[in-house]
């Protein structure tokens, strides 16, 4: 005796899949923003322990590529420990030197920081760009492209 196939799409098929494909994509969305906190959250406390140290004990950029050296031989699969972003990371502790955990920057990726750090001096003025690239989910290209337009002139209008 044999039983009957089942049909090729079972009724409501087409719909269960889209919910569950659509599930999967934003727990994807979630679980990526949460592990860029904690890249961005772990930056900026790197970035304080080395301002501070550098501060208290005058040490120089020799220090900064022995320290990049040597987390690079501890931890041989993880990126964003060469001595150029460990010295972002302490420029992005110097540009927010208070806890970062409630600032839109914490929310951005960190070339976007980087931008941020790189084209702007002014502290309100970033602050500012972090909250609108926050809001509006910029590209780091739109955000360029708004710092370089001077977008910060149009505050009171839509940007």
């Known amino acids: 005796m044999t ?19 659509a599930e999967v994509l934003a727990a994807r969305v979630r679980a990526a923003r949460a592990v860029n906190t904690e890249v961005i959250e772990l930056y900026w406390r790197i970035g304080k322990l080395l301002l501070d140290r550098q501060n208290s004990e005058q040490w120089g950029s020799r220090v ?18 060469a ?11 110097a540009a927010w ?16 920081i ?12 970033r602050d500012w ?9 910029w590209s780091r290209a739109v955000l360029e492209h708004h710092i370089k337009s001077n977008a910060v002139k149009l505050r009171s209008g839509p940007v």
């Not at 900064?64 to 420990?81: H, I």
């Not at 760009?129 to 989910?137: E, I, K, L, N």
């Open 3 to 21: 039983s009957d196939p089942e049909p090729a799409d079972p009724a409501g098929y087409a719909d269960l899949l889209l919910q569950v494909k």
């Open 64 to 81: 900064v590529q022995r320290l990049s050296d040597d987390l690079r031989a501890e931890f041989p699969g993880m990126r964003g420990l």
């Open 83 to 93: 001595p150029r972003n460990l010295a972002y990371m302490r420029s992005f502790a």
């Open 97 to 112: 030197p208070d806890s970062i955990l409630q600032r839109d920057a914490a929310k951005l990726p960190w070339g976007h």
């Open 114 to 125: 980087m931008v941020l750090i790189d084209r702007l001096d002014d502290q309100e003025t």
């Open 129 to 137: 760009y972090a909250a609108q690239d926050s809001q509006h989910g």
